[in-house]
């Protein structure tokens, strides 16, 4: 086999940051809203914020389960994009759209049923875990009046990013941001005539945005029509087998996306176990700045998924296999440069945060520098996650990840809770240390090449 060179030509990495940039800007859009709120619910005090973020790490877990259900979808998507197969693209989001609307249901339990025993699972241990809890339950009772328009939202905007089509999510996902800032500031502080609702208002404002979200892509689907765009009618035309096929890929992705939400929900409530508000708000604060230049992550992914579904599900293998080299030696010089983004990004902690106490202000600025460090080792983990699903091979991270996690990461948090006093800057820091071992075992396992296939040939009209 002829040695591939480890870095593709200049038009490769045009076209990469073609699709990569505009994902990058509409979560930077994003991450920059998301610290404006911050800024304004941290005018609140400590307590509010804390309350509010408690809230959020239990909603994440839901939000990775859509994005889980997306990107098993997003596989066959554009595999089918790139065969140029319009009736495999329409099954693929209606695998996308169903299952998604099944994941509503412990949604609902959650936000409804159950906020306090679940969110307090998050603060044991903490000081002030009860009055953190009351601001938590307004804003996650809720928070389940967006539920259902962010999944249909996210099952449309990820289908257009995998067909190539970037602009359009930034566009409406930049204008839903805004529109959440707008109301935010009216609702939470008590604006243009309307009455300060604080952590209930930020909750309204996010109601509002996903709402308008919503409605304009469903606008964009009646006047675009995107090839895998199905009417309300034909939902339910499902292709069982292949169906069946992209659930079995998708429970392997699931298990390792929720083995990670796992050991990062179970080391969150471990680092806030470690004091009181200052500790929670601190450490949610480092990561709405880190957020800044977590972009990297969902543009790297885009990019990856769709220049390598295409080759892979136009046949073209030999090509896809340079590809891969190329693209994880673009994402460790990418790192690099993120890395000092990273850095820079610390002088804005205390202009944003000036209202925290200066214990979570120092949390915060230690936080934003330990996650810039470990910005290489992150985008390349990322990305031959993404070249591994690419290609069906969604073994790598229900194996290997979760292997690593559950064996290592698990252990290792539970160890230093109980024998050690490290502050949760320092406990955070020892536990991603061993994110280094999971690039390794992935960098073996992609060498293998099962992710090295045309998933359409089997499930193609054509």
Request: aromatic share 10%; net charge positive.
């Amino acid at each position: 086999m002829q040695k591939t060179e480890l870095f593709g030509s200049r038009s490769f990495y045009v076209k990469a940051l073609a699709i990569a940039l505009p994902v990058m800007l509409q979560q930077l859009i994003q991450s920059l809203v998301s610290l404006v709120d911050n800024f304004m619910v941290a005018g609140l005090g400590d307590v509010s914020m804390s309350g509010v973020n408690v809230a959020n790490q239990i909603l994440f877990v839901f939000m990775i389960f859509i994005v889980t259900i997306n990107n098993s979808g997003g596989i066959y998507l554009s595999q089918f994009w790139g065969a140029e197969d319009p009736r495999g693209m329409k099954q693929a989001f209606r695998f996308k759209l169903i299952t998604g609307l099944f994941a509503f249901i412990p949604y609902l339990l959650v936000c409804v049923v159950f906020p306090r025993q679940v969110m307090s699972l998050m603060l044991i241990g903490n000081t002030e875990a009860s009055l953190i809890l009351d601001q938590g339950v307004i804003y996650m009772r809720m928070m389940f009046f967006m539920g259902l328009q962010m999944t249909i939202s996210m099952s449309i905007a990820s289908s257009l990013r995998d067909t190539g089509e970037v602009r359009i999510p930034l566009f409406i996902s930049g204008g839903a941001a805004l529109t959440n800032t707008f109301f935010n500031w009216v609702l939470i502080y008590g604006h243009l005539g309307a009455p300060a609702m604080g952590v209930r208002g930020a909750a309204i404002a996010t109601i509002i945005a996903r709402t308008i979200e919503l409605v304009s892509y469903v606008i964009v689907c009646k006047k675009k029509k995107p090839d895998f765009v199905i009417s309300p009618l034909e939902i339910f035309g499902v292709d069982k087998a292949l169906y069946l096929s992209i659930l079995k890929k998708a429970g392997m992705v699931l298990v390792s996306e929720m083995t990670w939400v796992m050991s990062e929900t179970i080391v969150t409530a471990v680092y806030n176990g470690r004091g009181g508000a200052d500790v929670v708000s601190g450490m949610a604060a480092g990561f709405a700045i880190a957020n800044l230049f977590f972009v990297a992550f969902g543009g790297t992914t885009s990019a990856t998924s769709v220049i390598m579904g295409r080759a892979l599900g136009a046949g073209k293998l030999e090509l896809a296999r340079k590809q891969k080299t190329w693209l994880i030696s673009g994402g460790i010089v990418l790192g690099l440069i993120m890395f000092a983004f990273g850095m820079a990004t610390t002088l804005i902690v205390p202009l944003v945060y000036g209202n925290l106490s200066a214990g979570a202000i120092r949390i915060c600025r230690n936080m934003v520098m330990l996650n810039a460090a470990f910005l290489p080792v992150w985008l390349t983990m990322n990305m031959q996650l993404a070249i591994s699903r690419s290609g069906g091979d969604t073994a790598m991270g229900a194996v290997a990840d979760a292997l690593i996690t559950v064996v290592v990461v698990l252990p290792l948090t539970f160890a230093l809770a109980v024998f050690t006093g490290m502050g949760p800057v320092m406990l955070y820091c020892c536990v991603k240390l061993t994110d280094a071992v999971k690039v390794i075992a992935f960098h073996f396992w992609l060498k293998k090449e099962r992710w090295l296939k045309n998933l359409t040939v089997e499930h193609s009209s054509k």
